[in-house]
């Protein structure tokens, strides 16, 4: 079987062609540009290929809802050019392939998921957050995607201000003090005029970042109550995650009993920012018809 | 078919007697006094009927993973008396049948969950919150409770504090700033020397309650995106609520399109608080091998 996977991210698209296992046959990334720019190299990328299936997982919000006349559109982004874009229909049109369609975090979190049943993990629910240029929170419970209404935002989840960061404005235009606004990659060139990867890790935006992030992961624990949440994106890497776990541990303060937190707060399994292109070639696996899953 | 439910509350358990639809034929209230006196008469009730199942739902925390030990078990409950007592136990050694067992708060979502499939809607998700001498939240996610590695605890999310409330110190044993916290049944004896039933509905102490329970709303909305938020509990009512709506409303500013919040937040709609017999006896009746539910 041979099935697509798209992961359409703010600054690139990686397109890749493999099985229903989510073994990785061809891959290629396009730049993104504008949307039509964009679109007609990935068709045509696809296009080479016999595909019976794809699997998109893109940045969003996205309209997820098949009821919905603007179904597989991105909506109301940051990112002007795409704003109420048709992504799945001029796709539909060229491929004329089912098509598995989601966020990004979302196509993550499957991935994700699905690596963890692959290595023998017995794993009914999972969250995946991305601290990088957005910040954004998929999940499967279950072994399905999370979101009835829509797809969950839990980039927008409101943080408490840390002490030290109370004259932060903050960056996201809806909320002053919410997840992605406060912790986001560009939070870190407005606050000390480098970005995240520049930042030694004993300068204390580090502290603050944390703080946030794992107020984030003590909600999402209380409501959810997942087996395990990892986390990826451009700015997070394994000391980061050790300052997110020891803040962590602190706003818990023993409430629940929990895994190991090296165990629950993990890094992403998948090799290689693999996760939504195995995710998303699983999930194009199961929209075909005949498809035992 | 004739099945069982035990709503198991802090000061009173209601135990009913139905049939698979949740129509209730015999009800009885029995008080909560130690775990041996109130199970034993519980016990006596339901041994005048010819049960085939029982439904469960108590205050916790509970545990609710098949695996562990105490499966069956309250844990670590703020009502000494009941600390790791185990509740199916001696339930299933005098009844002999099978025990559907849950959160209070679960068995209430699946109630309210199955009288809005009832009455001809199509919601895949909801969440129920109580607002009483406990605060707490469970939600039915396309079909199935929410929880993989415990319950949710929602009544300990984390809260912001309203710049009015900053001197209260809280009645949560381990959080300062939680939902059960500050905003529970018996922080308005703490803060007005009144029960929050006499409390005037033009007092302050209403909007910082609103502040607190509609931060949670939003977490849960942005991390779940429910198709519904249930509120119930001792001291809602129509007014609290629609304050909490405009809370809500104002923290969101905008962010997601939901439904209308007069749809979006609702008061339980099953009649005399019946909420949890109403889930109980269904998911009671789903135990049963050869039920087709």
Chains 1, 2 share one sequence.
């Not at 048709?86 to 196509?107: E, H, M, R, Y």
Request: glycine share 12%; aromatic share 8%.
């Amino acid at each position: 079987m041979l099935v697509g996977s798209i992961e359409a991210g703010g600054t690139k698209f990686v397109c890749a062609v493999g099985n229903e296992h989510g073994t990785v046959q061809d891959q290629i990334v396009i730049p993104t540009t504008t949307p039509q720019e964009t679109l007609e190299q990935t068709v045509a990328y696809f296009q080479r290929f016999k595909l019976q299936a794809l699997g998109i997982a893109s940045f969003g919000p996205l309209e997820i809802d098949p009821q919905q006349k603007n179904y597989g559109y991105i909506t109301n982004t940051p990112k002007l050019a795409w704003q109420n874009t048709d992504f799945v229909g001029p796709l539909k049109q060229a491929l004329a392939v089912p098509i598995a369609w989601t966020t990004d975090v979302n196509g993550s979190a499957y991935g994700e998921y699905q690596q963890a049943l692959a290595t023998g993990e017995q794993l009914s629910s999972l969250v995946y957050y991305t601290i990088g240029t957005g910040v954004g929170g998929g999940a499967v419970i279950n072994g399905q995607l999370l979101g009835s209404a829509g797809h969950p935002e839990m980039g927008h989840v409101l943080v408490k201000r840390h002490p030290n960061d109370l004259d932060f404005s903050g960056i996201c235009p809806y909320h002053h003090d919410c997840l992605e606004g406060l912790a986001s990659g560009p939070t870190f060139l407005a606050r000390t005029g480098k970005p995240g990867t520049e930042v030694a890790l004993n300068d204390p935006v580090w502290e603050i970042m944390s703080y946030y992030v794992a107020q984030a992961l003590l909600q999402t624990t209380l409501i959810l109550r997942p087996n395990r949440i990892i986390l990826g994106g451009g700015v997070m890497g394994l000391e980061f995650l050790q300052k997110i776990r020891q803040q962590f541990k602190k706003l818990l303060n023993g409430y629940l009993t929990l895994p190991a937190l090296d165990d629950y707060l993990q890094l992403p399994q998948v090799a290689g920012n693999g996760s939504a292109t195995l995710g998303n070639l699983i999930m194009a696996a199961q929209q075909i018809p005949m498809t035992i899953s």
